[in-house]
C-alpha cells in the first residue's frame, strides 16, 4: 500500500509540474520498489496500469534488473504476466536476462518454449542458442524435454534447438544430431561438439589457467 501510495502520489504532482515524468526518476524510484513489497505477484498488474510511456520494457530495466535480488515464485510469474500483456518485453534483453536469472527448471522451460513459439525473436541466433545452451547443462529435466522436441519437431526453430544442443557436450545430444543431419540433410555438428561430448578438461596442476 505504501508503494503504490507513492506511485499515485508522483502522478499527482505531474499535474502540476509536468517535468517530473520527463526523466521519471521520482516514478522510477517507487517502481524500482515493486519486487520488495509483501505482494510481488502484484508488480504486472502495477505495471500494466501505468501509461503507456511508463509501462514500457526500457523505462522499468532497474526494476526488471532488480528483481534478480528476490527469490520469491510469484516474481517468475510476475515476469512472465508482464511480456503476457505486452509483447515488447520477450525482445528485451533485461527481461530475458531476468527470466533466465531465475534458475529455475519452470522459468528454463518456459523461455525455452517461447523461443520455439517464435515469441522471442532469434535475431541474435547465436546468442539464443548460447543462452539456451547454458540452460540446458543446468537443469537436465530441460534437456530431456529439448531432445524430445527435437526428435518430433518440424518448427522452424529446430535449427536453433539443436545448436543449443551443439554447444552443451552430452554424448546422448551428439547421437541424437547425427541422425537430425540425416533427417534435415544439413550439418549440425561441429568440432567443438565433438570435443565436448567425448573429452574432459582437467585444470593443471602446474599451470594456472590451463587444462590437460
Known sequence: DVVHTGINDVFEDAKRHTWILDDGWQLKAWLLLLPFTDHPAQLAGTIAGLPPRQREPRFIEEMIHATASVQKPQIEEALFK?????????AN??????????DTPTSARRYLDLVMDGKIEARDGWRISQDMAGLLNKHAELRDYAYGLLKDSTSSKTALLANAVAEGGDPDGLLLLVELEKKLRRSLISWRTIQGAVTEHVPSDHWHGAFD
Open 82 to 90: 508482464l511480456a503476457e500483456s505486452d509483447a515488447a518485453f520477450y
Open 93 to 102: 534483453h533485461a527481461w530475458q536476462d531476468a527470466v533466465q536469472r531465475r
